[in-house]
């Protein structure tokens, strides 16, 4: 696997989890203050960094990096 397609990978996991947790549409910048900044409850930072760390878990035990 590339580096590439692991970034790819990774970058599909932020995403989802930043749409599962922190209800956010997307990661990408805007450039535009009310796309691009966003109010999340410390709940949601928590469920999103676990479930980040979990993911890693995951990709550690796959042999991923």
Sequence with gaps: MTNNIKHTQ???????????????ETLETRKSDSLDFHDC?????????EAAYE???QSATKGGK
């Design 10 to 24: 990774k970058d599909q996991i932020l995403a989802q989890i930043a749409k599962d947790e922190l209800h956010l």
């Design 55 to 57: 993911a890693g878990q």
């Design 41 to 49: 409850a410390v709940w949601s930072i928590k469920a999103a960094l």
